[in-house]
């Protein structure tokens, strides 16, 4: 399994864009970058996956250069309510193989 | 997206008793997966829970504390067995997600006095 590096703790301001790379040297041919948001007293929430180049959906967007050896999680103009833990794995993504948690990152959002 | 329910949300035990938490989730999947949260942490997996054999368990996690059962494909239980306070920390399940990662119960907070 790939070990992932990412920031340990971010502020922003409501209404700014925000961008948290995440650093996966070791990643394999079939592993898929997969991010995701945990709030407090709840469990991680899946935000966005990607193989490669970029991916966007209605919440983020995910940027993979073509080494694939780090990608950066979009947030568009992030609100207060994203004030979160964000996480990146890095595995397969059939759902049969266990994921491994890194750090994460902290996003504060101030307003 | 599969949907889990698990139970309790919280709890509160004594030192020296047992807690069994229990996942249900809303479709069949192949692995079930438990997690272990500590406070101000991430997450740490325990065990992986597959249909009809035995949870295969992470380093420094052992089945006569963490006993695991999967009776079925929809179904899973995680035991804390005699819990000291070490033990205070929030447990979640979570399953595949249709090859878009992992969904997760909404974890059992748990504190032992």
């Known amino acids: 399994l790939a070990k992932t590096t990412q920031p340990i703790s971010m502020d922003s301001y409501e209404g700014q864009e925000v961008n948290i790379t995440c650093s996966h040297n070791?990643?394999?041919?079939?592993?898929?970058i997969t991010w995701y948001q945990q709030f407090p007293s709840q469990g991680p929430r899946f935000i966005i996956q990607g193989y490669k180049t970029k991916v966007t959906n209605e919440v983020a967007s995910l940027f993979i250069p073509a080494d694939r050896k780090s990608s950066t999680l979009s947030l568009p103009r992030v609100s207060l309510s994203d004030t979160a833990v964000y996480y990146c794995?890095?595995?397969?993504?059939?759902?049969?193989?266990?994921?491994?948690f890194g750090a994460g990152t902290r996003l504060f959002v101030k307003a | 997206s599969a949907v889990i329910s698990q139970k309790p949300s919280r709890d509160i035990c004594q030192r020296g008793t047992s807690l069994t938490i229990q996942c249900q989730v809303d479709s069949q999947v192949t692995m079930m997966f438990w997690y272990r949260q500590q406070p101000g942490q991430s997450l740490t997996l325990i065990a992986t829970a597959n249909q009809g054999s035995e949870a295969t368990y992470e380093s420094g996690f052992v089945i006569d504390k963490f006993p695991i059962s999967r009776p079925n494909l929809t179904f899973s239980t995680l035991t804390v067995s005699n819990m000291s306070p070490e033990d205070s920390s929030i447990y979640l399940c979570?399953?595949?997600?249709?090859?878009?990662?992992?969904?997760f119960g909404s974890g059992t907070r748990l504190t032992v006095v």
């Open positions: 979570s399953v595949p997600y249709g090859g878009l990662g992992y969904t």
């Open positions: 794995l890095v595995g397969d993504n059939t759902g049969g193989f266990k994921t491994i």
């Open positions: 070791n990643i394999a041919t079939n592993d898929y």
